[in-house]
């Protein structure tokens, strides 16, 4: 006797369910950093209290996002705990950022190169963890260039005449990272797909 049940639809694959808000999320990166980056560059020779309040959010910017990332993993089973590492170190720059601005440039440079290469490997890690889903070497390659940018961060600090500049260049091109990765997670997991 034939069963009358019909067989189960097969639900969509947990990468391609992570990939829309995902994608969402890195465009709103992208948005973000496009504007910071534009925003520090006007006042990147000082620490004028715009530059300094600049500062202190895009760590905060990030706190936010890995929590709407974590969010949006828990469905898929992503890499949480490299997010909630992320969401420490961003939290912990934000409070040292806090008390560098008061001590000038240099002592800024450090705080956000040590950031830099931290988070930088954490985002290594958590794009080689989810290259299942597609559209991960951008992030990839940005993690790995965050750390060798952190470094140069913190060998900047001990020049004369250092600069916010380098900070503005490398949020921007960390947003360019986060358009492109937005734009293949598009290409790889589109509606229907898995």
Same mark, same amino acid.
């Given at each position: 006797?034939?069963?009358? +049940? /019909? ?7 947990? %990468?391609? *369910?992570?990939?829309? @808000? $995902? =994608?969402? &999320? #890195? ?35 990030? +706190? /936010? ?7 949006? %993993?828990? *469905?898929?089973?992503? @890499? $949480? =705990?490299? &997010? #909630? ?110």
């Amino acid at each position: 006797m034939a069963s009358s +049940v /019909a067989p189960p639809t097969p639900s969509p694959a947990p %990468a391609a *369910a992570a990939a829309a @808000p $995902l =994608r969402r &999320l #890195y465009f709103v990166r992208f948005a973000f950093a496009a504007v910071w980056a534009a925003l520090l560059f006007t006042t990147a020779r000082s620490l004028e209290p715009l530059g300094a309040t600049l500062l202190v959010i895009y760590p905060l910017f990030d +706190v /936010a996002c890995a929590v709407v990332d974590i969010r949006s %993993a828990r *469905a898929g089973r992503g @890499p $949480l =705990r490299g &997010l #909630y590492a992320n969401v420490a170190l961003s939290t912990l720059t934000a409070a040292g950022l806090v008390a560098a601005v008061a001590s000038g440039i240099p002592a800024v440079l450090r705080v956000w190169g040590a950031w830099a290469i931290t988070a930088g490997l954490v985002q290594l890690l958590v794009g080689i963890l989810r290259r299942g889903m597609g559209g991960q070497w951008p992030m990839i390659a940005s993690g790995a260039l965050s750390t060798l940018a952190g470094a140069s961060f913190v060998a900047q600090a001990g020049k004369d005449g250092a600069s916010l500049a380098s900070l503005a260049g490398y949020a921007f091109l960390g947003g360019v990272f986060f358009l492109v990765s937005a734009l293949r997670l598009g290409r790889t997991a589109p509606a229907g797909r898995g």
